[in-house]
T-cell receptor
Framework: NAGVMQNPRHLVRRRGQEARLRCSPM?????VYWYRQLPEEGLKFMVYLQKENIIDESGMPKERFSAEFPKEGPSILRIQQVVRGDSAAYFC????????????????FGPGTRLTVT | SQQGEEDPQALSIQEGENATMNCSYKTSINNLQWYRQNSGRGLVHLIL?????REKHSGRLRVTLDTSKKSSSLLITASRAADTASYFCATPISGGSNYKLTFGKGTLLTVNP
């Protein structure tokens, strides 16, 4: 039973380039979450998606960042025109919808993508 | 926004000893989760405790939750070198956004062989 998969594990981009981060949720999970971890900080929520829907993107910067979770394929976090401040570890998590207890959501995390902007 | 804050920031113990980490949060929650992160790796879900639970066990882990004090503790018994990692508590943001977990900066646990 494969866990949450993320690729690439490490990504180096020059300022102004685009970064694409991919996340494949655990089998059976239909909910995906993206978090960002800056050095020496805890994880910060960015966006929550279900298949073909963005449910909550309140933690995502308004400019340059976008996310999608298509009907087929992985979830993509896209950062356009990267800047040095985007350097961080980006983690994807997934869960199933807990209809019995919607207030309790166990999220399972991938290994992360470490983005370095030079 | 609410946030879990772990204490201490760093803890160094000898193999075989017990390790206790604490987490405090600010607003009412319906559950609290603990995660482990090995250096340079992703987070591993350890345990979830609901607001109506006071204590929960999983192997060598024991988690307590005191909602009146808005605090939780994670106890690792008979520690091993492999337990060396950062430990985070995560709480959902109240107001219906239970999927929006907030994390503290973590406790860095070092278990010396």
């Amino acid at each position: 039973n494969a866990g949450v998969m993320q690729n690439p594990r490490h990504l180096v981009r020059r300022r102004g380039q685009e970064a694409r981060l991919r996340c494949s949720p655990m089998k059976g999970h239909s909910h995906v979450y993206w978090y960002r971890q800056l050095p020496e900080e805890g994880l910060k929520f960015m966006v929550y998606l279900q298949k073909e829907n963005i449910i909550d993107e309140s933690g995502m910067p308004k400019e340059r960042f976008s996310a999608e979770f298509p009907k087929e394929g992985p979830s993509i976090l896209r950062i356009q025109q990267v800047v040095r401040g985007d350097s961080a570890a980006y983690f994807c998590a997934s869960s199933w919808g807990n209809l019995a207890e919607p207030e309790v959501v166990e999220q399972y995390f991938g290994p992360g993508t470490r983005l370095t902007v030079t | 926004s609410q946030q879990g804050e772990e204490d201490p920031q760093a803890l160094s113990i000898q193999e075989g000893e017990n390790a206790t980490m604490n987490c405090s949060y600010k607003t009412s929650i319906n559950n609290l989760q603990w995660y482990r992160q090995n250096s340079g790796r992703g987070l591993v879900h350890l345990i979830l405790i609901r607001s109506n639970e006071r204590e929960k066990h999983s192997g060598r882990l024991r988690v307590t939750l005191d909602t009146s004090k808005k605090s939780s503790s994670l106890l690792i018994t008979a520690s091993r070198a492999a337990d060396t990692a950062s430990y985070f508590c995560a709480t959902p943001i109240s107001g219906g956004s239970n999927y929006k977990l907030t994390f503290g900066k973590g406790t860095l646990l070092t278990v010396n062989p």
